[in-house]
């Protein structure tokens, strides 16, 4: 028998919010994600980089590193003139915010797909994302892809 049920009770209502804190807030980032993708989708290089926040470096599936979101804006724009039909989606699979940072790790799948003159390609793998609280809009920090397949024209 419990010695202390209005302790846990009280300890039982304070977590219900701060679960249903976080679930709003990995709310908040999987639909900014979704906005991303839409951002790639339309090849707009402005608003894809209106996500990342101002020490933004990510690691390309590839390996190549960049930093700031100059590098990723460049980047983009390249990759939207070599390959006019390109298309990345980013598919979240977990979004777990910190209760003492004003952070947020997610995880998930990616997949890219484009046309050459041999034919079409299609690449995936797995990422994760560090995304950060700034004036209660969440940024991408950091991103890691890591490519673990490809199919069609051109692939190794």
Known sequence: MNKHPLAITMLFL????????????AGRIHAARDVYNEAIARHDVAAIVSFLDDEYQITTSLGQLLQGPDA??????????????????RSPESIEISNDYPLAAETGTWSGTWSTGDGPVRTGGRYSAM????????????????????DGAGCP
């Not at 304070?14 to 807030?25: K, L, R, W, Y």
């Not at 995304?131 to 490809?150: G, M, P, Q």
Request: charge should be negative; glycine fraction near 0%.
């Open 131 to 150: 995304w950060r609280r700034v004036d209660d809009e969440w940024k991408v920090r950091s991103e890691l892809f890591v490519a673990l397949f490809c």
């Open 14 to 25: 304070f977590a219900i919010p701060s679960a249903q804190a976080q679930d709003d807030q």
């Open 72 to 89: 990723e804006a460049a980047s983009w724009r390249d990759l939207f003139a070599s390959r006019p039909d390109v298309l990345y989606v």
